[in-house]
C-alpha cells in the first residue's frame, strides 16, 4: 500500500452543466498505484460507473499522469467521462496546469482546458467494421437495428443504429441478455429527430458485461459515434446526446485516427477515503 491514512476521493458529474446530471466518476490522485485489489476494492465502494485512478509522472518521459479506470467489477482499457473528471480535478486544485498528457492502456491521452471551463480530450478514434447484427441483439434490446459496427479492440462495444430517437429512448432492455453479444457493451444510436433542440444525433449505452447496466454518458462511445455519424452527416464537428435518465451532451470533432470530445465537468462531493 501506497496510500496514506487519508486519501482525498472526489466524485464528479462529467458531460454535466450543473450537478446531479451527465456521469458521475470517482477521482483519487495517488502518489503511485496501490496494488490491484484496493483499487477494485475502491471502485467497488464509490460504486460508479467508473472511478479513475491517478498519479504524477517524473518529468522528460513526454507523460504528465500515470491513468487508470476501474468499474465496480473490472478494469477498463479506455473511459472518457473519467478522464474528464480527472483533468476538471487536476485543474480545480492546481494540481497541473495547461494541456495534461496521461499514459493510460490505450495509449497517451491528452487533455485540454479552456478558458469557458470547458475540457478537451484527444483519444483515438475507434476503427468501425461493419458487422451483422447478432442473432438475439434486437429480442434483448427490444428493437430491430437498421445497421451494425464493430468498435474495435479498445472499445469492445457493438454500435447498433436505430430507426430513430424515439426508439432509442424507449429502449427498455433485458440487461442479463445483452451480455452476450459484446466484450464491454451494447451502444445504441439514431440521427437527432429535431437538430435546432442543440444536437446531431442521439445514443444510450449499456454495458452489463462490465457491471454498468446504463451507462449515463459514454465518453469513449462517442469515439465511435463521432465517425459513424460524421460519415452520414458530413461534418467534423457534432454533438450528441446520450439520453439517459441523466443526459449529457458530448461535442465530438473528428480528426482522422484521434477524435476531440470536449465537455464540462462540476465536483459534487469531497472528503477522505479512510481505508
Known sequence: MTTSPRTRIRVVDAFAERPFTGNPAGVLLLDSFPDD????RVAAEVNHAETAFAHPLPEGDGVDWALRWFTPATEVDLCGHATLATAHVLRSTGAAEGPVRFATRSGVLTATAHADGSITLDFPTAPLTPATVPDGVAEALGAEPLS????GPHLGDLLVELVDERTVRALTPDHRALVAHS?????ATARAEDPARGYDFVSRGFFPRVGIDEDPVTGSAHTALAPFWSGRLGRADLTGLQASARSGLVRTGLRGDRTLLTGRAVTVIEGDLLA
Not at 148 to 151: E, Q
Not at 183 to 187: A, H, L, P, Q, T
Open 148 to 151: 451494425a459496427y464493430d468498435t
Open 183 to 187: 466484450e464491454r457493451g451494447i451502444i
Open 37 to 40: 485489489d484496493w483499487l477494485q
